[in-house]
C-alpha cells in the first residue's frame, strides 16, 4: 500500500510538470509522452519531498491530464471564482496554478479519494515551490473549491433522485 502512494506521489508531481510544460509547448499529448518514455526527468534539488518510487502511474497520470485537458475552462472558473477582490488567475505563480489545476482535476476525477489525502499531497508539493503564506493560500482555494463541488454533487444527487 505505501509504494502505491508513494508512485502516487511522485504521479502528481510529474502530472504537475506537464502541466506547467503547457506554458512553453502546446502539444499535452507530447508532453505526456515524453514524461512516460522518458520517466527520468530531473527532480529539482530544491524539491525536499522524498518521494521513495520515481515511476509514475501511467493509469493515474493519463486520466489526471485527460481531465484537466476537457475541464481547463471549468478548473480555471472554479480557481477563478474563489480568488479575492482584485485577484484574476493571470496574477498566480506559474507552478501555482498547474498545482491548483492538477489538484482540482483530481477531486474531480477521482470523487472518493479522500479529500484530506488530496489536499495534504498538493500542498507537501506547494511547499516546496512557495513559502508558508502561498501555501496556504493554496489550501484556501483547493478546501473552497472542494466544498463547491460536494455542494453542487449533492444539489445534482438530489435533482435526480425528485
Known amino acids: 500500500m505505501k509504494n502505491n502512494s508513494l508512485s502516487k506521489s511522485f504521479t502528481r508531481y510529474a502530472a504537475i510538470q506537464a502541466i506547467y510544460n503547457l506554458n512553453y509547448s ?3 499529448s ?9 520517466n527520468a526527468f530531473i ?12 515511476k509514475i502511474n501511467k493509469m493515474f497520470f493519463i486520466k489526471i491530464l485527460d481531465v484537466v485537458k476537457k475541464n481547463q475552462d471549468k478548473i480555471d472558473k472554479l480557481i477563478s471564482y474563489n480568488l479575492n477582490k482584485g485577484w484574476n488567475i493571470h496574477r ?20 472518493k479519494t479522500s479529500v484530506g489525502i488530496i489536499i ?12 508558508v503564506k502561498e501555501c496556504a493560500f493554496t489550501n484556501a482555494i483547493l478546501e473552497n473549491i472542494y466544498k463547491n463541488l460536494n455542494k453542487n454533487e449533492s444539489s445534482e444527487s438530489r ?4
Open 26 to 28: 502546446k502539444d499535452l
Open 120 to 131: 495534504s499531497e498538493y500542498l507537501m508539493l506547494t511547499e516546496s515551490f512557495f513559502t
Open 92 to 111: 498566480l505563480p506559474v507552478v501555482q496554478l498547474a498545482i491548483l489545476r492538477v489538484a482540482i482535476s483530481e477531486m474531480i476525477n477521482f470523487p
Open 159 to 162: 435533482t435526480r433522485n425528485t
Open 30 to 38: 507530447e508532453i505526456q509522452t515524453y514524461l512516460i518514455n522518458n
Open 43 to 54: 527532480i529539482d534539488d530544491d524539491v525536499k519531498v522524498n518521494f521513495g518510487k520515481t
